[in-house]
């Protein structure tokens, strides 16, 4: 049961457009949003996250978006850039759980 | 900060050997480590958690005798996989919670590829 749903795929977007890549989940537990950043053949590195006692963060041209009620958080690329073009994935943890659920990860391609 | 890192980057080796993949959190202590294995073009699989100085715990469907893992230090998880065979050619991934740190932040290493011929 994939606890955490992640939307599109894939995605091609052309320079200086805005990506953006939605999650949806299920259990009201989890706490801490995550989004990771993933280049090929290296491991994931964390690029935001947020927590449900707010409903946006900015950080740079990246933004995660956070709806409580409809239990969905979203990650927007600003002036999307090719160097951005990777595999996104979305996650949710509880505090003081070990886990963390991944999306099934949407790979970005950033277009000159 | 927060760094981790692995060991190899990448191996290749026969049937049926053994194989040591090494993970570091090179600037802060980790209480707890993880170990993923992810598949081309799909998402993360947990494969265990190690807590230092305690046996593994496993997911289901991870065969424990095959996938040895040991969490000798605060700053060290090593896991060995044990005879391998060509089905266990994979991306393995560590990732690492920092012992001060705030939520569920996890810290991952840069993977290793394994190839087993």
């Known amino acids: 049961q994939q606890q955490v749903k992640q939307s599109p795929q894939s995605l091609i977007v052309q320079k200086g457009g805005i990506s953006i890549i939605n999650c949806a989940y299920e259990n009201t537990a989890f706490d801490y949003f995550p989004w990771y950043q993933q280049f090929p053949g290296k491991g994931p590195a964390l690029l935001i996250a947020?927590?449900?006692?707010?409903s946006e963060k900015k950080e740079g041209r990246f933004t995660i978006s956070f709806n409580k009620s409809a239990k969905q958080f979203s990650l927007h690329i600003m002036d999307s850039q090719p160097g951005d073009s990777a595999t996104y994935f979305c996650a949710a943890s509880i505090t003081g759980a070990n886990n963390l659920f991944f999306g099934t990860g949407t790979r970005l391609t950033v277009i000159p | 900060g927060a760094v981790v890192s692995q060991h190899p980057s990448w191996v290749i080796c026969k049937s049926g050997t053994s194989v040591k993949i090494e993970c570091r959190s090179l600037d802060f202590q980790a209480t707890t480590m993880f170990w993923y294995r992810q598949f081309p073009k799909q998402s993360l699989m947990l494969m265990a958690t190690s807590n230092e100085g305690s046996k593994a715990t496993y997911e289901q469907g991870v065969e424990k005798d095959k996938f040895l893992i040991n969490h000798a230090s605060l700053t060290l998880s090593t896991l060995t996989v044990t005879s391998a065979h060509p089905e266990d050619s994979s991306f393995y991934i560590c990732?690492?919670?920092?012992?001060?740190?705030?939520?569920?932040?996890?810290?991952f290493g840069p993977g290793t590829r394994l190839t087993v011929l």
């Open positions: 947020i927590r449900p006692d707010v």
């Open positions: 990732s690492a919670k920092e012992l001060a740190g705030r939520y569920n932040e996890q810290f």
